[in-house]
């Protein structure tokens, strides 16, 4: 699947969440959005009001998380921190589903939350991407095996008005055997699921775990118009460099089999 540098940078949310990122980082990673043309950054709350005045004029769009990570505040203050974002200049909002809500089979609790932040955003003339943190999904929930529960967070996603459905924050942790936590992020499986899963309507955006260039090729071969992504500079850098050294045409033919 042939692209250019271009494509791909509007193909990304260059995200600024880690829980420790200072205000000049995040001002900095404005910055570098603005710099190399990627669809928008995806900020904490705090930081909309500031990064719509940093990027104001360069076509990169502001997008805020709601409800980030876990997705556990009550429908009605993830409806007020959307009503908020938006005022302060998001245009999109990646909110966290509740996650033991949907775990318990609690589907009309599931769809109703979600449908609170879309309508709340829709008015306000934003869209809403539909977090799911399909690591916490491995082992399925409430009679469901995990393919099954994944394409019904889907379904309930899409009856609630998403625009998009999202693999992941980034930031779900799974505490192993051995006491250690792993994450994987965006799966190829997954991706090929969500895709699937979907009227061609409702857009599917990979989060974690597309760390390099091959990754990002592949998260486009399989239908994911947006990817959430830190290593935006050196994704897009490799591009740049295997495409002026190679042309375009055998950049993209050693690169189209790449993955994660």
């Not at 205000?23 to 669809?39: F, P």
């Not at 779900?172 to 792993?182: A, E, I, L, P, T």
Request: glycine share 12%.
């Amino acid at each position: 699947m042939k692209c250019t540098h271009e494509q791909l940078a509007k193909m990304i949310d260059h995200s600024l969440l880690h829980p420790t990122m200072t205000d000049r980082e995040l001002e900095d990673g404005c910055r570098l959005g603005a710099k190399y043309g990627v669809a928008s950054v995806c900020i904490k709350p705090y930081a909309v009001r500031r990064a719509v005045e940093l990027l104001k004029g360069t076509g990169v769009l502001v997008g805020c998380v709601i409800g980030f990570p876990h997705g556990n505040s009550v429908t009605e203050v993830k409806r007020y921190e959307t009503a908020v974002a938006c005022r302060d200049g998001a245009v999109e909002i990646d909110m966290v589903i509740n996650i033991g809500k949907a775990l318990s089979g609690d589907w009309e609790y599931v769809e109703r939350d979600i449908s609170a932040v879309c309508e709340e955003a829709h008015k306000r003339g934003a869209k809403v991407k539909i977090i799911f943190e399909n690591d916490y999904l491995a082992n399925g929930g409430a009679g469901l095996n995990s393919d099954e529960f994944k394409i019904k967070l889907c379904q309930v996603s899409e009856r609630a008005g998403a625009d998009w459905v999202k693999t992941s924050t980034g930031y779900g942790f799974v505490k192993g055997s051995d006491g250690n936590y792993g994450y994987k992020g965006a799966t190829e499986h997954d991706l090929r699921l969500m895709r699937a899963s979907c009227s061609p309507k409702v857009e599917v955006k990979a989060a974690g775990g597309v760390r390099d260039l091959a990754g990002l090729l592949k998260v486009r071969e399989l239908g994911a118009t947006r990817c959430g992504a830190t290593a935006t500079a050196a994704m897009l850098d490799e591009f740049k460099r295997r495409t002026e050294s190679a042309g375009p045409d055998k950049m993209n033919a050693e690169l189209g089999a790449g993955g994660y």
